[in-house]
């Protein structure tokens, strides 16, 4: 079973400029999860997409914004790049959101963004 | 709101040593709790999980054990290798409409031979 997939491995922007991070879920998962893991802060929660709908975002600035495509994939676009948005941005995903739900969430490799 | 607390880092052993990572949370209701390990320029994965009080997540010689009374999930291994070599998280979700990862800052383990 293919696993989380995240494209591109590293991606080198400036200042001002415009990022767009893609996921590919698990066969079979509905959720996606992206987090930020900057140095020194751990791991943040950004967002999390769920049969194509935006369910909860963290405590970011709306120039991080996302979508989730039909068929389960999502982009996470950062727009006016800020020197600290340098970080590894790690995408999940899960099975099974229902109330009771606990489906544990399994990660991709990331996408290490650097802005210059 | 929802947070975790895991031993600060970083912790060194020889081979074969007995390993302990501390992690203690505060939660609302009945949160799920995981511990994620992440290897040297890969992401995060899933080491083990525990769902209710009293469960025990295990793998690969790894365990925890949920307990609520003092609200920890301590990771413990009897005999590390050089290859668990990395970081540890803790981690729990509070399920309910909110299925976010709260994560602690993570341990780095180096086990020397």
């Known amino acids: 079973e293919a696993g989380v997939t995240q494209s591109p491995t590293h991606l080198i922007k400036t200042r001002g400029q415009q990022a767009t991070l893609r996921c590919s879920p698990i066969?079979?998962?509905?959720?996606v999860y992206w987090y930020q893991q900057a140095l020194g802060l751990g791991l943040q929660f950004l967002l999390w997409?769920?049969?194509?709908?935006?369910?909860n975002r963290g405590n970011f600035p709306p120039r991080f914004s996302g979508r989730q495509f039909p068929n389960y994939s999502s982009e996470l676009n950062v727009n006016a790049l800020e020197l600290e948005d340098s970080a590894l941005y790690l995408c999940?995903?899960?099975?099974?959101?229902?109330?009771?739900?606990?489906?544990?969430?399994?990660f991709g490799d990331g996408t290490r963004l650097s802005i210059l | 709101g929802d947070s975790v607390t895991q031993m600060e880092g970083p912790v060194t052993l020889s081979e074969e040593a007995f390993l302990t990572i501390n992690c203690t949370y505060t939660?609302?209701?009945?949160?799920?709790l995981f511990w994620y390990v992440q290897y040297p320029g890969e992401g995060l994965q899933l080491l083990l999980k525990?769902?209710?009080?009293?469960d025990k997540g295990s793998n690969k010689g790894f365990e925890a054990t949920y307990r609520k009374e003092t609200t920890s999930f301590h990771l413990e291994k009897g005999s590390v290798q050089v290859s668990d070599s990395a970081v540890y998280f803790c981690?729990?979700?509070?399920?309910?409409?909110?299925?976010?990862?709260?994560f602690g800052k993570g341990t780095l383990l180096t086990v020397n031979p």
């Open positions: 981690a729990l979700t509070s399920g309910g409409s909110n299925y976010k990862l709260t």
């Open positions: 999940a995903s899960s099975s099974g959101t229902g109330q009771y739900s606990n489906q544990p969430q399994h």
């Open positions: 939660a609302t209701g009945y949160p799920s």
């Open positions: 525990a769902t209710k009080a009293d």
């Open positions: 066969s079979g998962h509905t959720s």
């Open positions: 997409y769920d049969e194509g709908e935006e369910r």
